[in-house]
């Protein structure tokens, strides 16, 4: 039987033979591919500054290292994400404060942002649900009023835009994730983005044990002083070799998630047992990391088992999140993290949708397939 994956890299001759000639060179780390990767990934973002990172979850760190988030502060951040999002603000010492979503789109809601606010909020951290871009004129006028930073994470979100700005670049900082799932992969690696560059001179400095002198900066090879804290988040010059090569195929990749999700939105049409999130909002372009089907709440207790039919007749698919984060069993049985308060439409979401790939490596007649499947699955088990 043949499987159509959720997810799966499109890596081929040109990545496999740029790495090969990046393996052949002196330099692994430190070193010029890492350099032009984020010069390709500046200039894709149509402004800004970025600095790559080894994964999405260290950029995040970075950048609430960076804004010198630490001990007593608190960072706002959605209740369904997935856990390095909140796990990045308990890395600096910091604290994560949920806030729900909105059941229309998974977005972080604006009013329970400002219910959320208190005398140690120091950031707000949005997640692009999806790819479907936050209303961020309204999270950025609730961070001017309250003088509190705006964190981007991007990890879904490579592509999106709002009223022509690329997602990362409307708040302080944005982190963009290169794992094997995403728009385009470094195997492993992330991207650390702000239109400041100040903070990302300050970032570069904090993600490589804050040297006084870069390698090529020596004059006598390993004389160097440390001149401020510092940590090892770098991306390795074979991930960003990867990198390079994947940004000139992300324009192609993007056009066709829009089509698979396009296709999948109007084979499954109106169904009497739930619905597709949407893919966009007004004067904002989506990224398309995947269509979420959630079902109504009456057939929630039947999700996994819509979900292994679907895996048994050759369908991959996933779900984002499975859990709302503070009902999670880590968060809910923490004493300092653990408030009393509800999650509603995290939790409704979390335990309803089922996620269904619209990436790159997949057809038009499969996406057609998929959509048909499901049409016939709810029917069958629900």
Do not use: W
């Not at 890299?9 to 393996?23: F, S, T």
């Not at 010492?93 to 789109?105: E, T, Y």
């Not at 979401?349 to 007649?365: K, R």
């Amino acid at each position: 039987m043949h499987m159509i994956d959720f997810a799966r890299p499109i890596i081929g001759d040109e990545e496999k033979q740029a790495v090969l000639a990046c393996l052949d060179s002196p330099q692994l780390v430190h070193g010029p591919r890492s350099i032009e990767f984020e010069e390709n990934f500046t200039q894709f973002m149509g402004g800004g500054f970025s600095t790559s990172t080894s994964s999405a979850t260290t950029a995040l760190q970075l950048a609430y290292l960076t804004l010198g988030i630490g001990p007593g502060d608190e960072v706002i951040v959605p209740s369904l994400t997935h856990v390095a999002t909140a796990n990045a603000v308990l890395s600096v010492g910091a604290k994560p404060v949920f806030a729900d979503i909105n059941l229309h789109d998974g977005n972080i809601s604006t009013e329970e942002i400002q219910k959320a606010i208190s005398v140690n909020t120091k950031a707000i951290c949005v997640v692009h649900y999806l790819g479907v871009p936050v209303a961020m004129d309204m999270v950025m006028q609730i961070a001017k009023d309250n003088n509190l930073f705006v964190v981007e994470d991007c990890a879904l979100a490579l592509g999106a835009g709002v009223d022509g700005t690329h997602v990362g670049l409307l708040g302080d900082f944005g982190a963009f994730s290169f794992y094997p799932a995403k728009h385009i992969t470094t195997g492993e690696g992330g991207m650390l983005v702000s239109k400041d560059k100040n903070l990302i001179d300050e970032s570069r400095k904090i993600k490589a044990f804050y040297y006084d002198k870069g390698v090529g900066d020596r004059k006598i090879p390993g004389l160097y002083d440390i001149v401020g804290f510092g940590l090892n988040l770098r991306m390795s010059e074979i991930a960003a070799t990867l990198g390079i090569v994947q940004l000139t195929k992300i324009s192609d990749f993007l056009k066709t998630r829009k089509n698979n999700f396009e296709v999948l939105a109007k084979t499954i049409g109106q169904s009497s047992y739930g619905a597709l999130l949407p893919g966009n909002r007004a004067a904002s372009e989506s990224a398309y990391y995947c269509a979420a089907f959630v079902l109504k709440p009456e057939f929630s207790e039947k999700r996994n088992a819509l979900a292994l039919e679907m895996n048994k007749r050759g369908i991959g698919t996933s779900i984002y999140y499975p859990v709302a984060l503070p009902l999670s069993t880590f968060y809910r049985s923490s004493k300092e993290l653990s408030k009393t308060i509800s999650y509603k439409n995290a939790d409704t979401i979390a335990n309803s949708n089922i996620a269904l790939g619209v990436g790159p490596h997949i057809g038009n007649e499969e996406m057609c397939f998929v959509g048909e499947s499901l049409i016939s699955v709810l029917e069958e088990v629900l």
